[in-house]
């Protein structure tokens, strides 16, 4: 009997344990702008591309050697998010006009939109000619009016052409601050 019960109790442990992971990765998509280039060395254009069925923007740096931050996309979270709100951020990229022998490298951030501009979660990736996610994620530390968040991408680091199918960003739920600390 003291074994059944002690198995009864982990059981429900167990349970207890898979819904509370169940309930943090449930994502929620977000309402997120399409994306706005910036930056005076560059250029946009809206093409079409066969590949992923539409319409993609198309950024080109028109000058080597800049700062990466310089140039880049910015595109806000269109809703309210709650202090210790766990976001995820996908970008669907590529390159399409590298600059010769030089990796295209741009940063991906999840950042507060009035300064001081905290970033809360930034990655570094290389593009290659080939459409692929790049994935970065951040939690919120406090909260956040609708369109202050944003999702930056940053492609001044080379004199290339970058094109940005798709910008979206859900959200993984609520986490403990204190316990992330």
Avoid: C
């Amino acid at each position: 009997m003291k074994t059944l019960m002690k198995l009864a109790s982990v059981a429900i442990a167990a349970g207890a344990l898979a819904s509370a992971v169940l309930a943090q990765t449930t994502e929620k998509p977000l309402k997120v702008g399409t994306g706005k280039a910036f930056g005076a060395m560059q250029t946009s254009t809206m093409v079409t591309d066969p590949v992923v069925d539409g319409k993609v923007l198309r950024v080109a740096v028109t000058e080597a050697g800049l700062k990466t931050w310089s140039v880049g996309i910015s595109s806000l979270v269109g809703e309210k998010v709650k202090a210790g709100t766990k976001l995820k951020a996908t970008l669907w990229l590529r390159i399409s006009q590298p600059e010769p022998d030089k990796p295209s490298v741009v940063n991906v951030g999840i950042q507060e939109v009035d300064p001081p501009r905290a970033e809360w979660g930034k990655r570094s990736f290389t593009l290659t000619e080939r459409w692929a996610p790049y994935v970065v994620e951040a939690v919120v530390p406090r909260d956040m009016a609708a369109s202050k968040v944003n999702i930056s991408l940053q492609v001044g680091g080379a004199k290339h052409t970058v094109d940005v199918a798709s910008i979206g960003a859900v959200s993984l739920g609520v986490v403990d601050l204190a316990a992330a600390n």
